[in-house]
């Protein structure tokens, strides 16, 4: 059972029985025992709608403990689970509803309202996230029997207890969650990630997450229908048998600090934009003012300073965690110099979808300065270069968490899974001799030069972010000068009361000292202000292509 995604899972529901399992923030609590009846109750509605194993299942709305149930229910009754970003557009939705095949569709009553029936009629079953109410269904035995589950449960299991517990039995190459990448029609993919996957991210994050036990408190802001998420604040959450709190609005940072104060999550997971906020709000400008400048100075007094900056950061996350993984985009290098100064307890992992999605992975007091770690079990990586500790090249993985393909996309699969096993990234980077991975950029963010260099946009966008005012960038060529997309932090322009022309002047100040300190090829020579923050992908990460200006 232990070797099988499903089958750790099973285990988990019925070793921590009584424990409290899901919670939405300020909302109901369900335990493990609620949660194993509930996806019961989902196994009798899919029956009874005609929809089988291997059948796909989509799901749309933001997080919360029913979005959670929803795919534990579909998972363990054998049906492939769809996650859908509900901030997609409703025609991407339809899109992807359609072109995966979907039998089933859990939507949450925002997104329903925007979505239009007509166009999925393939879908046989409809329920409504919020509350479980049957919105459509081709079956009559699905109409007659939603109302009654209850009773149905009660009938079927007159003391429902952990030996009525009995999963699918999955095979390690089917197919088990299909996740899409993008919600534009044009760019989107479907990753088949099968159940060998799932149970190796598992699997590692149990063996190296040792600090982490049942009924440790997990908050979970992440959205579950990137894998990200999904994999490592919810999957691995349940198979510690931890408590996941989930942040069901938008998760502000104000909202967010309120949730690590209240529950202090033993683990955090983040993208790289909030921790780079909380430095940026709440520790450089104790070090901006003139006293702190001077003390940094003094041996002694500096390591003390430091000392209070680690701590106050620390309790900003809630103070009880071991640490902060940081994924799904690259961390800003300054922010990683100064937190690795200070000695703040955080790791950089680097993953992909196709990986499920773990590639490489060290803990805090293992990583190294500007790497993502080390292969983690099961994976292997090499970089397609004649020199790969001191030349840049495409990083190739392979191993367990490898995906089967892109569905329905065999072209788009042979692109990028070679016949030896081997998967390529598209992202570019080296590997010193003890097998630590850096990421230099991605193949196709690279810019060449007018001279034929090679421009990595992310090192110019890490100089710029980590600038006050600016709260993002994009720097596009034109293929003869760059230019800095930048989405100024606006609300403290207002709050500092700056004419838009102080903005232009400071931006014009930023463009100078960052050309400074680049290579002559990589100068900046424009800048354009941005009133709206940029469109971004299911991880939060710049959707590029949508910025990239027209070729003279």
Same mark, same amino acid.
């Given at each position: 059972m232990e070797n099988r995604f499903l089958g750790l899972i099973e285990k988990s529901v019925k070793t921590h029985w009584n424990l409290p399992a899901f919670s939405d923030i300020g909302g109901k609590t369900y335990s493990y025992a609620e949660v194993a009846r509930k996806i019961e109750e989902i196994h009798l509605l899919l029956e009874k709608a005609e929809i089988r194993p291997e059948d796909k299942i989509a799901i749309v709305g933001g997080n919360s403990s029913n979005w959670a149930i929803c795919f534990f229910g579909i998972m363990t009754y054998g049906a492939v689970a769809v996650p859908i970003l509900h901030e997609f557009q409703a025609d991407n939705i339809h899109h992807i509803i359609r072109h995966c095949e979907a039998k089933g569709l859990f939507v949450s009553a925002s997104v329903? &309202? $925007? /979505?239009?029936? !007509?166009? *999925? =009629? !393939? *879908? $046989?079953? @409809? +329920? %409504? /996230?919020?509350?479980? !109410?049957? /919105? $459509?269904?081709h079956s009559q035995e699905a109409q007659a029997t939603a109302p009654q589950l209850a009773e149905l449960m009660t009938q079927k299991y007159p003391a429902f207890s952990p030996e009525d517990i009995h999963y699918y039995i999955e095979e390690p190459e089917k197919l088990a969650v299909l996740n899409y990448t993008s919600g534009t029609t044009s760019s989107s993919k479907g990753v088949m990630l099968p159940y060998r996957s799932l149970w190796s991210n598992t699997q590692f994050a149990a063996d190296h997450l040792p600090f982490i036990h049942a009924g440790d408190n997990i908050v979970c802001l992440l959205p579950m229908a990137h894998m990200y998420g999904l994999a490592f604040e919810v999957l691995n959450s349940v198979n510690k048998g931890c408590h996941v709190h989930f942040i069901t609005r938008r998760p502000a940072p104000q909202l967010c600090q309120d949730a690590f104060a209240q529950y202090r999550p033993r683990l955090i997971l983040a993208v790289p934009l909030i921790l780079e906020r909380a430095v940026k709000n709440k520790i450089f400008p104790h070090f901006l003012k003139p006293l702190a400048r001077l003390l940094l100075w003094i041996p002694g007094i500096n390591q003390l300073i430091f000392r209070k900056a680690a701590e106050g950061l620390t309790q900003g996350f809630g103070g009880n965690f071991e640490e902060i993984i940081v994924g799904g985009a690259a961390l800003n290098k300054d922010i990683e110099r100064f937190l690795r100064r200070i000695g703040f307890r955080f790791t950089v992992g680097y993953g992909m979808t196709e990986c499920g999605p773990l590639v490489a992975f060290a803990h805090w007091n293992e990583s190294r300065a500007g790497s993502v770690g080390k292969a983690v079990d099961r994976m292997e990586i090499k970089i397609d270069s004649n020199d790969p500790q001191h030349t840049v090249g495409e990083i190739l993985v392979r191993g367990a968490n490898n995906m089967l393909g892109y569905f329905k996309n065999p072209e788009a699969t042979a692109e990028v899974m070679l016949p030896d096993g081997w998967m390529r990234t598209g992202d570019l980077g080296t590997l010193d001799a003890e097998g630590y991975l850096y990421i230099r950029g991605r193949n196709k963010t690279m810019i060449l030069g007018p001279n034929g260099q090679n421009i990595y946009p992310e090192e110019i966008e890490n100089k710029l972010n980590n600038l006050p005012l600016i709260v993002e960038s994009l720097v596009v060529s034109d293929g003869k000068k760059l230019t800095a997309l930048i989405y100024p932090d606006w609300e403290h322009i207002r709050e500092a009361h700056l004419s838009h022309k102080q903005v232009e002047e400071i931006m014009g100040q930023y463009l100078k000292a960052v050309n %400074? +300190?680049?290579?002559?090829?990589? #100068?900046l020579s424009l800048f354009q /202000?941005? &009133? &709206?923050?940029? &469109? #971004? @992908? =299911? #991880? $939060?990460? *710049? #959707? %590029?292509f949508l910025y990239q200006p027209t070729l003279a």
């Open positions: 329903w &309202e $925007r /979505l239009d029936e !007509a166009m *999925i =009629p !393939a *879908i $046989r079953l @409809t +329920v %409504r /996230l919020d509350d479980w !109410a049957l /919105l $459509r269904s %400074r +300190v680049v290579p002559r090829y990589c #100068k /202000l941005r &009133e &709206e923050p940029f &469109e #971004k @992908t =299911p #991880k $939060r990460s *710049i #959707k %590029r």
